[in-house]
């Protein structure tokens, strides 16, 4: 069987890896247009703010590692062409054109950072972050650099942010919502990370799109649609994904409103195409609706269920709630599910509770405050839940993810057995505190 794999980021190579792993014979090819393949994007803010040495460190394997599982791995290549009648693909390297045929292929193409249509966004000094590549652009800059303006604040907004602030630069992160995270939190909780942001020494602007950036050689100022400008020597602009769907229209695979449509075998709607990553819908698991999980992890998820399709073991992959979590400075922040906001468009009828608990026993040292708000449908059942703290959020984040995955309401987790040391948690955990509060609600 030949497999081809389009794309070797974490849905890509990670497919390969696994195909391998279930099928020895198989010719297994990842093309991709990198210079790089088995790198983790999400290092990327860790490498700019020197926390992690180099970007040689968040290179996990080299192509010549795969070359020793047998995995052909071709680098700086575009595949150009997608032919599903005649099942091949064209590609080019290094200026010349090569062809090679399938009998499965697998698109793992990612997305491109979103650009925003206004004025100034082709100027010098104005960066996305995607890849390696343009990681070391930013870094590269910023050595110069004094102002800098990150828009879009998402968890990748945030976390550049950051990093720039740790590099000593004057930071200003900009939202055109009013809240920052507003994919994943409730303002209320977005406004405790703003809070501590701003106390690090980040400027947060919220509640105004840019609407031109300016310079004459380069970037010198970013301007807002209440007609604040703000000088800056460089801007980053964290303002989404649009997915890679070139060779999917080529090949005449179902799009639906933002990516490719797989069913839970990720297959697309064309024969022996399949596809992962950033660049296919994901089902999501309380509506049952088509939503896009921009995550490494369900990248990851998504290329294991791939390599078992593929070599015709049994596969579903299982609906997304977007389980995330991130650190900045001291404050770790995590959430799942819905929002109460993200319900209410969904006419969903949220119950909701907001609590304080500690992170250890009152009386044990540095215990910390933490956060947590449940979010719960009429009928008690858990759809969300955001907590911010400053440890132990991540377990709390997959412990819940859990929970909503197996349909829990607050008052199954309100009796849910839990561990306990005064130096880990609290006798009563912060999660069933707040559970119990929100059950509270439906008396
Ligand atoms: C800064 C940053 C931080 C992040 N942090 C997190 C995090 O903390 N947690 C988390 O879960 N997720 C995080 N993510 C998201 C995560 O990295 C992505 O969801 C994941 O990388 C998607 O994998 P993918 O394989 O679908 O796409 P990609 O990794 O984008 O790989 C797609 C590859 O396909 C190649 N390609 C596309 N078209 C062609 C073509 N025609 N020919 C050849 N090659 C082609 C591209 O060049 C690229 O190499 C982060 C992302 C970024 C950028």
């Not at 590269?140 to 800098?148: L, P, Q, R, S």
């Not at 109460?340 to 006419?347: H, I, P």
Request: charged content about 25%; aromatic content about 6%; proline content about 3%.
């Amino acid at each position: 069987m030949k497999v081809i794999i389009v794309g070797g980021g974490a849905g890509g190579i990670s497919a390969a890896s696994n195909i391998r792993k279930l099928d020895k014979n198989a010719e297994i090819t990842v093309i991709t247009r990198d210079n790089n393949v088995a790198y983790s994007p999400c290092a990327i803010p860790y490498v700019l703010s020197g926390k992690i040495k180099s970007f040689d460190d968040i290179i996990m394997k080299k192509p010549e590692d795969y070359k020793k599982k047998n995995i052909d791995v071709i680098i700086e290549s575009e595949v150009t062409q997608l032919d599903s009648n005649n099942k091949t693909i064209t590609y080019i390297k290094n200026g010349k054109t090569y062809k090679m045929n399938y009998d499965k292929l697998v698109l793992s193409t990612g997305g491109n950072s979103f650009v925003p249509p206004i004025n100034g966004v082709d100027l010098d000094g104005v960066f996305h972050i995607r890849n390696i590549s343009d990681g070391k652009k930013v870094q590269k800059w910023a050595k110069n650099a004094e102002t800098a303006i990150v828009t879009g604040a998402g968890l990748i907004g945030i976390e550049i942010a950051y990093a720039l602030k740790e590099l000593n630069l004057n930071v200003t992160l900009t939202e055109m919502l009013p809240q920052i995270v507003p994919r994943s939190l409730d303002k209320d909780m977005a406004d405790i990370i703003t809070n501590y942001l701003k106390l690090e020494g980040i400027n947060v602007f919220l509640g105004e799109p840019i609407t031109a950036l300016k310079g004459d050689e380069k970037v010198e100022s970013a301007c807002f649609g209440d007609g604040t400008c703000i000088a800056a020597d460089m801007v980053i602009l964290a303002t989404g994904v649009k997915p890679e769907l070139k060779l999917a229209e080529m090949a005449g695979c179902e799009i639906g409103r933002w990516a490719i449509i797989v069913d839970e075998k990720m297959q697309t709607s064309v024969s022996d195409i399949y596809a992962v990553g950033d660049c296919v819908e994901s089902k999501d698991l309380i509506l049952g609706s088509n939503t896009i999980s921009h995550l490494g992890t369900t990248a990851v998820r998504q290329s294991k269920t791939v390599a078992r399709s593929i070599t015709g073991k049994k596969s579903k992959f299982k609906p997304v709630l977007n389980s995330m979590v991130s650190k900045v400075g001291k404050l770790e922040f995590g959430a799942v599910g819905y929002t109460t906001s993200f319900a209410q468009q969904n006419n969903i009828k949220p119950v909701v509770e907001k609590v304080e608990a500690l992170t250890r026993a009152r009386y044990y040292p540095n215990a910390k405050p933490m956060d947590i708000k449940i979010i719960c449908d009429s009928n008690g059942k858990i759809i969300g839940c955001q907590i911010i703290s400053e440890e132990r959020v991540a377990e709390r984040i997959d412990t819940m993810t859990l929970a909503i995955t197996e349909g829990l309401t607050c008052f199954d987790l309100s009796n849910m057995e839990f561990s306990y040391a005064p130096t880990r948690t609290m006798v009563t955990d912060p999660l069933v505190i707040a559970v119990e509060e929100v059950s509270k609600k439906f008396n």
